[in-house]
């Protein structure tokens, strides 16, 4: 099922994004003072899923798709003084918490994301995130004129490792949900995760987040967000215990850990919300 060993460093990672209400104004000629919302609809109206009734907001093209939030859980293999394997675990975001400027400057967090990608080049595991986290981050930094020489560099051949762009059975940018069937068929990441027996989403759902974001509380976009990737990272865990890329004892002892990192970050104040995850998640 998975060719490869667990990687030493891997980044699980999620974005958040709002229809851009600024490009509408640009592409439409919308005057000055029309609203973020009506500019919004005016984006919404013009996509061929649209039904005022059935489905007034329908999913838009990612290149109108303004990024709000990037998550991202590291997972690093390090050794101790005993030579003992250990492996250390870190969350962030962009913006990160506690959020002290309602004002998000979208193409600083793809820059900013993107570079600590392309110097470190850890192995990136998302849910869906080949088909849509990945190309809002290419399209929208286009879009803000970011230039990532290092996360966009590609192996001279094909079959080498190293590589984020290759369109098939690729695991240096592994998307968890194309080990599943597609389409209809394939399970959304809050419902498999809560099959698991882990928590899955909490108080907020995906179609939620424009309206936070209207509302100005970026704050719980990013703890959505976050959470999204704890989720993202419990799935790989049961994943590679399910293709044998783990023992038994080394699982639990991980499943351990993690669950122990998370109650220490529940100590500081901008990660408390972490512990109505781990109140749902039964030892």
């Given at each position: 099922?998975?060719?490869?060993?667990?990687?030493e460093l891997a980044v699980?990672?999620?974005?958040?994004w709002v229809?851009d209400?600024?490009?509408?104004?640009?592409?439409?000629?919308l005057?000055?003072?029309?609203?973020?919302?009506d500019a919004m609809?005016?984006?919404?109206?013009?996509?061929p899923?649209f039904d005022?009734?059935k489905?007034p907001?329908p999913?838009?093209?990612y290149m109108y798709s303004r990024v709000?939030s990037?998550?991202?859980?590291s997972?690093k293999?390090v050794y101790?003084?005993?030579r003992e394997?250990v492996?250390?675990?870190?969350?962030?975001?962009?913006?990160t918490?506690p959020?002290?400027?309602?004002?998000i400057?979208?193409?600083?967090?793809?820059k900013?994301f993107?570079?600590?990608v392309?110097?470190?080049r850890p192995?990136?595991v998302?849910?869906?995130?080949?088909?849509?986290?990945m190309?809002?981050l290419?399209?929208?930094?286009?879009?803000n004129?970011?230039?990532?020489?290092?996360?966009?560099?590609r192996?001279?051949?094909s079959?080498?490792?190293?590589d984020?762009?290759?369109r098939?059975d690729n695991?240096e940018h592994l998307?968890?949900?194309?080990?599943?069937s597609?389409?209809a068929?394939?399970?959304?990441l809050?419902?498999l995760?809560?099959?698991?027996?882990f928590?899955g989403?909490i108080?907020?759902?995906g179609?939620?987040?424009?309206?936070?974001?209207?509302?100005?509380?970026v704050?719980?976009?990013?703890?959505y967000?976050?959470?999204?990737?704890?989720?993202t990272?419990?799935v790989?865990?049961?994943?590679?215990?399910f293709?044998g890329?783990?023992?038994?004892?080394?699982y639990?002892?991980?499943?351990?850990?993690?669950r122990e990192?998370?109650?220490n970050?529940?100590?500081?104040?901008e990660k408390?919300?972490?512990?109505?995850?781990?109140?749902?998640?039964p030892?």
């Amino acid at each position: 099922m998975l060719r490869s060993p667990i990687s030493e460093l891997a980044v699980f990672y999620d974005l958040e994004w709002v229809p851009d209400a600024a490009g509408a104004k640009g592409l439409f000629d919308l005057p000055d003072d029309v609203t973020e919302l009506d500019a919004m609809r005016e984006l919404w109206k013009r996509s061929p899923q649209f039904d005022e009734d059935k489905n007034p907001r329908p999913f838009l093209k990612y290149m109108y798709s303004r990024v709000v939030s990037i998550a991202f859980l590291s997972r690093k293999t390090v050794y101790n003084a005993d030579r003992e394997q250990v492996i250390n675990f870190g969350l962030n975001s962009l913006p990160t918490l506690p959020i002290v400027d309602d004002y998000i400057d979208e193409g600083e967090l793809i820059k900013q994301f993107l570079y600590f990608v392309g110097r470190r080049r850890p192995q990136l595991v998302g849910y869906n995130s080949a088909e849509a986290d990945m190309q809002v981050l290419i399209q929208r930094g286009i879009i803000n004129e970011i230039s990532a020489p290092e996360f966009c560099s590609r192996p001279t051949k094909s079959y080498d490792p190293g590589d984020y762009f290759r369109r098939w059975d690729n695991e240096e940018h592994l998307d968890l949900a194309k080990q599943f069937s597609g389409g209809a068929m394939m399970p959304r990441l809050d419902e498999l995760a809560k099959l698991c027996g882990f928590p899955g989403k909490i108080d907020v759902k995906g179609d939620q987040v424009t309206d936070l974001w209207l509302a100005g509380d970026v704050t719980k976009i990013v703890e959505y967000n976050q959470i999204d990737t704890l989720n993202t990272y419990l799935v790989w865990l049961r994943l590679v215990h399910f293709a044998g890329k783990i023992e038994e004892e080394e699982y639990q002892n991980e499943m351990d850990a993690f669950r122990e990192f998370l109650e220490n970050e529940t100590r500081k104040p901008e990660k408390a919300f972490i512990k109505e995850f781990l109140d749902k998640w039964p030892l």
